[in-house]
């Protein structure tokens, strides 16, 4: 964020984070003036399928700390996806243990890279997106020009003809 948010800013920040995550089927409750807090729903019964799925749960606090401006700050859970890779890891590791180790702990790296690095960089590349463009379209409201023009309000006095007759 380039600028420092107001408290009813922060509040429409927070506000939309809520209905995103909402429309993505996210049980979402709020943890104070500053915080919310959210579980997301399983992939099965997700109403929409993308990069988020494999967040499981997650907090997102706008504050300052140590007299700095004030931010948005997230932490994103991922247990299930951590669960997906722990088994995915054990079923490598009883078909494979008669191979070399080398080649045992190569294939559970690329594993844990393809299973659970993946998924983790693009929920994370996508939820900081989401928070951006909630953030933005609030702070920078401003900057941005009206579509329909303010009229020009000059003052008439009374019993005079209007500035265009």
Request: positive net charge; hydrophobic residues 55%.
């Given at each position: 964020m380039r600028t420092e948010p107001t408290v009813r800013q922060t509040q429409a920040i927070l506000t939309r984070i809520e209905r995103e995550l909402v429309a993505r089927g996210a049980r979402v409750e709020r943890a104070g003036a500053s915080a919310v807090r959210f579980d997301m729903a399983y992939p099965w019964r997700a109403r929409k399928l993308d990069a988020l799925t494999t967040v499981s749960a997650g907090r997102v606090l706008v504050s300052a700390g140590a007299g700095e401006p004030r931010r948005v700050r997230y932490e994103l859970g991922f247990r299930l996806l951590r669960a997906v890779a722990a088994?995915?890891?054990?079923?490598?590791?009883?078909?494979?243990?008669?191979?070399?180790?080398?080649?045992?702990?190569?294939?559970?790296?690329?594993?844990?890279?393809?299973?659970?690095?993946?998924?983790?960089?693009?929920?994370?590349?996508?939820?900081?997106?989401?928070?951006?463009?909630?953030?933005?379209?609030?702070?920078?409201?401003?900057?941005?020009?009206?579509?329909?023009p303010v009229p020009d309000v000059r003052a008439v006095e009374p019993g005079s003809p209007p500035p265009d007759a």
């Open positions: 088994a995915a890891s054990v079923i490598l590791l009883v078909w494979g243990w008669e191979w070399p180790r080398a080649s045992l702990l190569n294939a559970l790296l690329a594993l844990w890279v393809v299973v659970f690095g993946v998924p983790y960089a693009l929920a994370e590349r996508r939820f900081r997106r989401l928070l951006d463009a909630a953030a933005h379209d609030v702070i920078d409201r401003r900057q941005t020009t009206r579509e329909t």
